[in-house]
């Protein structure tokens, strides 16, 4: 049995992962931390994660960037492994969780999905063939209105996977607004798109002479997300310190 603690767990992703964990034989929630404590849930809500005193084998946290060196100090002085969906984190904020990492397991995922990650793999081999040949390369991400942070954290992640493929050629071209100027050979434009209730929808476009390849992938439940939380808590249970992501947990 995997115990976890699940903060924001009042929030939309928290109440899903809570639904499922509760179907789940092999994982239980013990405790959630959430600044909204009125909802009653099965287990123990605290407003504040240092006043959690419960033991667990794993933390999920889809709470908000706020705070988030707090929740980080909590996992090393608890040893407790955790798992970051935290979207919008500062560079200040990635440096800290990476040598938090040195003292507890650490796992990070732009996209919590199995078929993101699986893109992720993809689009780094098609750069080789395609980018290499001077295909130009575009990723356009759509979210729902109430997302905070553009790009998303996959587009960037999808933008990375592509650049390391290429050696670190390409410079990431977010706004073409006050430039007048032909296409750059070495951009990656990347484009964000905000509306309705979009789970979230990316494209992988690689536009060459005569002929396009596009990589999609589109989420029509946050459901896709909270499984793979859930498979990566089981997965980090008793993990020593150090910084894994999903491929660790699909391989």
């Not at 809500?45 to 033991?55: L, M, R, T």
Request: proline share 2%; hydrophobic share 40%.
């Amino acid at each position: 049995m995997t115990k976890v603690i699940m903060l924001g767990c009042n929030g939309r992703m928290g109440q899903m992962i809570t639904e499922m964990i509760s179907q789940d034989d092999e994982c239980q929630i013990v405790a959630g931390v959430d600044i909204f404590t009125e909802k009653e849930n099965s287990y123990p809500v605290f407003a504040k994660i240092e006043d959690c005193q419960i033991d667990a084998d794993a933390i999920i946290d889809f709470s908000s960037a706020n705070e988030f060196e707090k929740r980080m100090d909590y996992a090393v002085e608890k040893q407790i492994p955790i798992i970051v969906c935290s979207t919008g984190l500062s560079e200040e904020q990635l440096a800290y969780m990476k040598k938090a990492s040195e003292k507890v397991a650490v796992l990070k995922s732009a996209n919590m999905s199995l078929g993101v990650n699986l893109l992720l793999k993809l689009v780094k081999e098609a750069a080789q063939k395609l980018a290499a040949d001077g295909f130009d390369v575009e990723i356009v991400e759509k979210h729902h209105n109430q997302k905070l942070d553009a790009p998303s954290g996959t587009a960037l992640a999808l933008a990375d996977s592509i650049n390391e493929a290429m050696d670190g050629q390409y410079e990431y071209v977010f706004d073409r607004s006050q430039v007048r100027q032909k296409r750059g050979k070495k951009e990656l434009g990347i484009s964000a798109v905000r509306g309705g209730t979009i789970v979230g929808e990316h494209d992988v476009i690689f536009a060459g002479t005569d002929e396009v390849v596009t990589f999609s992938h589109t989420a029509y439940s946050r459901a896709v997300f909270a499984k793979g939380s859930i498979t990566a808590a089981k997965y980090i249970k008793g993990k020593p310190a150090g910084m894994y992501d999903m491929s660790d947990v699909l391989m």
